[in-house]
């Protein structure tokens, strides 16, 4: 037996990725969209003699209230702009529906704090789970890298680059990316899968602590800022720079960790170790095996570790202490958030 499914949004995720990983997944089926509009709804292009369609412009029995009184959808996938996730979050999972939100958990750590809160003194109790998507931590890449980096002993530095220029491209031409009424723009949106993939390699023993950063707009079209430059030092006393920007011609990425028994790299699909370069396959961005992940999790009834919503506070907060340290001129911050 499968657990039946929604998809919340009619974006580009929402049709890339979570629609065919929902239908690979042995666990899951697809029940039924909704998006604000039908035309939107129409753009998962599914088999409407198999999927139901649900907008606020269908008419009576189509709305978003009619989707979840339905006895047959266990679960609701939620892919919609962030500023709307915690409201949708709340809402299903009200009902006793299972949620997979797309990260980042909230727009904010305030935000996400309480929203967890509620979770688990209102929702949990009940038997209704929530995880938070994140794709990175989900490629074997990353899986492979963290797991290399535990064998190499006291972590003395680490390093996350991820530099590009942001000028156009599907993403960007989303109405609530070019506009975002979100703090830091892409660097939220984008920048939390890269926040993910150090804290991967770090692992949970070793936590960052704090950081300080300076932030800056480098591009007119990339509002309010495009670009942090900061240093963070671990619970264990690892010291390391992080260097996130969308605004830059210098182009590139790497996370690194250096150990006493040797160092660890990532850059694209290939990671070194101690020297030697290996290409990991991946399938796709990671989403497959992260919806597979979310469907053992559900059929086990339980809430996969790496989707927690703990895990999704932890990379938004090492980007809101960023900028806040950047918008006060480096000044150092405090992390509270990365162990739980």
Known sequence: MTIGVAILGGGIFAREEHKPAVEASKHLTLKAVYSRSLKSAKTLEVDESQVDLYSDDSGAGKSLDD??????????????????QPEYVRKVLSVGKHVLSEKPVAENVKQAAELIKWYHSEIEPKGVTWGVAENVRYTNTSVHAAEAVKGKGRQLTF??????????G????????KVPTHQGGFLLDGGVHFTAGIRMMLGKDNPLVSLSAHSAQL?????????VEGTAKSKQGTVGTISISFGTTHKGSEWAVGCEDGFVSVTGNKVTVDGKTEEIQDEGTGVPHEVRAWGEALAAGKVNERQSPEEALADLELIEAMLRSGEQGG??????????
């Open 170 to 177: 599907k993403y960007f031409e989303t109405d609530w990316r």
């Open 67 to 84: 989707l979840l009184a339905r006895t047959d959808i266990q679960a609701v996938i939620i892919a919609l702009p962030i500023k709307n």
């Open 159 to 168: 390093r996350l680059r991820m530099q590009t220029l942001v000028d156009g």
């Open 219 to 227: 591009q007119k079209h990339l509002p309010p800022v495009d670009t």
């Open 331 to 340: 000044v150092p911050i405090k992390l509270e958030h990365q162990e739980w």
